[in-house]
């Protein structure tokens, strides 16, 4: 068993926390009692839009420092009990520039651990990703931990996210052997929520629903929406990163993901319903030009693991989760166009 | 199609060329005719003596650059028809440092692509490897161009150079789709042969067995033996190399492999035998601190599209291949330390 970093009193370090995840974490993390939650970013993806809503607790600390320079991680997580390293470019950023997305999910990663290493940080938990199954033909049934890795017929930058995240596990499991560095490493299923960004091929489908149907056009589904798509929100994964935290397991790898899965059409006739409108989807045929993360058939990220071993499982299911994630759009939410 | 890059009269760079594979495939392109052959080699791993049997010919010329310094590729390139990326650690390096590992691996392709794009070269030939498809329990049947990468029950740093490979494979792709670069990656089998090193997890099996047995000392075999390993003669690979260049093939990724696998055991049982020993193996308990490559059951690299798109098939068997490499190394051949 490895180290448990109790949330209350301790002192957490978020990287890329001016985002998604970052910002629902923080807000957890002091909920519960953290003794001090700062916050690194470089805003080159994160806003100071999306950590507003907890801005004026003293606890609360913000550090314009960036992954790829090693000295700044060296001085952030001096002191730091628990480091949750965030700061990481997806498919689409990686599709537009793979130069800089390998630097920052790799060097980036290799630089937080140097910096948890030497400063005996007691966690690390690290963020992968369903991209670490990859994506094509070969994606079908139930995803579990020791699912292989499948490229074949995926776009080029996706394959490079997904290799990139299988490269960040491999370096914590190589620092727990070699230096005793405490991590879990957590599969998040697509994240949405509250603080919504635009940055993810997945997640980009409920946003953009919304935006048209609010404009009073029709949602557009690419092909017939037939495919799978397994989500999770941003709640749950908060709620997975302290459990992660809080407990004694190390040196695992952990799916977090919703209830359940949807198809495109499901989820774009849910968000369609939900945002109060009564409008058809139309069908679009696939722009070869843009991203498209496919799969072989219905597919399911296994949360049984994180079940087990964090005592986690999500809460939230989809209906609920858009919801949320309408209720906070229309109440003057912006999503952020980065 | 792509562009076909006749080797008669070309010009062409290999990276990291004063090594085993580089050595066999820069004489293989001047014997066949090439214009200019030009080894870049940082010598943090290659070798002035791996070069030695061909030094002298004037269409050589050794560059000592880095392909972790982008304005020297950019040099290196300029004129030149072909390049071959060998430049790269493997496992047992990764394990030693992962941070310069990657380095190599993963930005030391990204300049070397660059170089080629800016450059106009008309194909690269980029060297892969079965470790694209991993390691451990969930490597066993035929593995083909498809198949996925396995990595659980693989050591870090197997599955960190796997990883890189399948990145550099991808950067490969995306640089062939957005910047119109052809070219060809091959999955090398295990390499070995004359000039062959220490660098390998799997080929040193087959040194380490010729040292101990010249020695009188009964050869050793982790574990019994029966696990399959797939190697090729480097001179095969030299000549799938030239294939790449001669043929039409672009934006592919094909499996080069010798004529069929082969046992530990067996493998061990050869060598003896062709260094003129009657020595019983012994059997060695695995040891955890090692890097050690490991599959489920009886596996094969396919070589059959390699055969239907690059007209190529191995020829050298391994009773042929450690033939050679024995003959090799008893007229004075020095197996590299490095």
Known sequence: MGAAVPIRGSR???????S????ATAQLLLEEGAGEVAILD?????????IGHIEGDARLKLVEADVLRLPQLLAATRGMDGVLHLAAVMSLTMDRDPWMGLSVNIRGTQ????????????????PSSTAAYGYGPGIAGDLVEETPFHSAGAPPAAILYGA??????QLCRDAHLKRGLDYVALRYATVYGERQHYRAANALYIIETYDR???????????????????????????ANAAAFASEAT??????????????LELVRLVTELAGKDLEPEHLAPDASKVRLTSGGPWRLDHGAAERI??????????????RLIAWRETGGQTLRV
């Not at 990139?164 to 596990?169: L, Y």
Request: net charge positive.
């Open 251 to 264: 040196d695992v790898a952990l799916n977090i993901s919703g209830p359940s899965p949807v198809t495109t």
């Open 42 to 50: 470089s805003f080159y993806q994160g806003s100071r839009e999306a």
């Open 20 to 23: 998604l995840v970052g910002s």
């Open 12 to 18: 957490f370090l978020v990287t890329g926390g001016a």
């Open 111 to 126: 630089n937080v651990i140097e910096a948890c290493c030497v400063n005996g940080v007691k966690k690390l938990v690290f």
């Open 164 to 169: 990139s995240k299988i490269i960040g596990e």
């Open 310 to 323: 964090l005592g986690w499982r999500p809460e939230v299911d989809m209906r609920e989760g858009i919801r």
């Open 213 to 239: 149907v609010k404009r009073g056009l029709n949602p557009q589904v690419i092909g017939d929406g037939s495919e799978t798509k397994h989500f999770v929100h941003v709640a749950d994964v908060a709620r």
